[in-house]
């Protein structure tokens, strides 16, 4: 029973990621409230569904600001840039609560604060996405990714519930005031962080986790240049348009009234249920999420949860038996879990830290402006045909374009999420066999081993660890971070032999190399016969054009 249940560990094991773990779960939950509270109070001074659906324009803020959002959080310190966004937005929140209580009544004022505080969102989200992958590491990143996405799921499920219990006992305007104090459980985690500064490639190779190179600059090219990142992986080309496709076309929520009206009697309970019920599926997806996390294949669990949600969908449009229906939209729900949990691994998995911002600023610009979107599409389908054929055919639409990704682009199916350069299981392999190199007196043997578990390649002396290489393996990629080698053998060609090795390694495997520890780029450099293995269009970045050492690195 224990297996199917979420990994705990890295909230155990991590004081910073529970803090951080803690802390969003109350925001976000003050977060929903506010929703809440927002869509009511306009439709109570309006009486008009035009004037509520215009909230929809905040994803133009959304646009706009979440790309340049990214290039600053690939400039600046992210943890500074995230204290003063939720800080700004609890400043924001109580701004709503006091024109709550003085009943101010004005719809312009409402819409501005929406604005404002969807532009905030869009600058600090994507700072906030890079935090668990520097506090956790790799193995744990899709356990970590799990516990998010399940308080994510929590909050999506109680939320309105909690928001709809608070506003008949107190007012909505107790949702507004809860909001603010749910922000400090967010700001105490948040400062208790250390330094994040983006890690450039400098920092990779020579770090500590804290430490950093000369970041970027927030500007347009800076921008420009994260999209390039993106178009230039296949990988993530794949993962964002897979995410995209179940957004667009299987997400019929704008249909739930006229669906329930046409097969399911049109009472507002019924309709409550419909709504509540996707939520069920992913919250019960996400408590029971224990072997996610050892599926390697995640870009293939992310196209089957989504050609699973487009089949549900579509079978959802076709029934005209109420738990038949919920049913259909809790395994959606469920399905959707998952490919959130697999999506969001992958894309903070295969991103180096300096880009992560800004491939963070997509991911949440698709998650936050696909829903408006799906509901657009899926409405006006239904205007032009019916709701049935709208949620039908979005539904297969869904399922056929996920095929099509995985046929078209290869690089979703062939990801694997453990670093094992092809090989299963996870013990240290032998890969080189004993030597006694001059200076030791030929009496001691060597070995290169394949450490998966720790993602290095280790050169071991007489069984002692005397260096290592630690990398990352995806998208026929091995990006070579970091390079150390023990004071007592760094006079004997040990760090040499290891690099040498790692590289002939990845020609045997047809992989391209990603050097971003300096003293790989120096032997590199050193040994132009292995340039070719760093792609062409990536070499001026490594500073690999020069002649001699590109770049000095330590050992």
Do not use: K
């Amino acid at each position: 029973m224990i297996a199917i249940l979420p990994d705990f560990g890295p909230a155990r094991r991590n004081a910073a990621f529970r803090r951080l773990l803690v802390g969003g779960l109350l925001s976000t939950l003050g977060s929903s409230m506010t929703s809440f509270a927002i869509v009511l109070q306009i439709w109570e001074l309006s009486r008009s569904s035009l004037d509520v659906g215009l909230l929809g324009l905040t994803f133009v803020p959304v646009l706009v600001v979440g790309l340049l959002g990214g290039s600053v959080a690939d400039a600046v310190d992210r943890r500074v840039l995230a204290l003063v966004t939720s800080a700004c937005l609890m400043a924001v929140s109580a701004a709503f609560a006091v024109q709550a209580y003085a009943q101010f009544r004005q719809l312009w004022l409402l819409y501005a604060l929406a604005m404002v505080q969807a532009t905030l969102q869009a600058t600090g989200a994507p700072a906030r996405r890079t935090f668990v992958p520097r506090l956790v590491p790799p193995e744990q990143l899709t356990a970590a990714i799990a516990l998010n996405t399940l308080t994510g799921r929590i909050v999506m499920l109680f939320g309105p519930l909690l928001a709809g219990v608070i506003t008949a006992a107190w007012g909505l305007r107790t949702c507004y005031a809860i909001d603010v104090v749910s922000f400090v459980a967010s700001l105490y985690a948040t400062a208790r962080l250390p330094a994040m500064r983006p890690q450039t490639p400098e920092a990779a190779g020579a770090r500590g986790p804290g430490r950093a190179g000369a970041a970027v600059r927030p500007s347009l090219r800076a921008t420009a240049e994260g999209l390039r990142f993106i178009r230039h992986r296949p990988l993530l080309v794949a993962a964002f348009l897979t995410d995209l496709d179940a957004m667009l076309l299987g997400l019929p929520v704008a249909l739930f009234p006229a669906l329930n009206a046409a097969h399911f009697g049109g009472s507002p309970q019924t309709l409550g249920l419909l709504n509540a019920a996707p939520g069920v599926g992913g919250l019960v997806s996400a408590v029971l999420s224990g072997p996610a996390r050892r599926v390697s294949r995640q870009g293939r669990g992310m196209l089957a949860g989504t050609m699973i949600w487009g089949a549900a969908i579509a079978c959802f449009g076709l029934t005209r038996s109420l738990p038949l229906a919920l049913a259909m939209l809790a395994v959606a729900g469920a399905a959707d879990t998952l490919t959130v949990m697999y999506r969001s691994s992958m894309v903070q998995t295969v991103t180096p830290d300096e880009f992560r911002g800004r491939v963070s600023s997509v991911e949440y610009i698709i998650g936050t402006g696909g829903a408006p979107l799906g509901n657009v599409e899926s409405g006006t389908v239904a205007t032009l045909t019916t709701p049935a054929i709208s949620a039908v055919s979005g539904g297969v639409g869904c399922f056929v374009v996920a095929a099509l990704i995985a046929g078209t682009i290869p690089a979703l199916t062939r990801y694997r999420a453990t670093p094992d350069l092809g090989r299963s299981g996870s013990e240290p392999v032998t890969i080189l066999g004993t030597a006694g190199p001059a200076g030791l007196g030929g009496a001691m043997e060597l070995q290169v081993v394949d450490n998966q578990d720790r993602a290095r390649f280790e050169i071991l002396a007489d069984g002692e660890i005397a260096g290592f290489v630690e990398y990352h393996l995806s998208d026929g990629e091995i990006a070579l971070l970091h390079a150390e080698t023990d004071r007592r053998f760094r006079d004997h060609g040990i760090a040499g032999r290891l690099v040498q090795f790692t590289l002939d390694s990845a020609r045997e495997r047809h992989l391209a190399v990603l050097p971003y520890c300096p003293f790989v780029r120096r032997w590199i450099a050193d040994h132009p016969e292995y340039a070719d293995l760093v792609p062409e269009d990536r070499r001026p970045h490594f500073g690999l054009l020069r002649e001699g050492p590109a770049m000095v690195g330590r050992q």
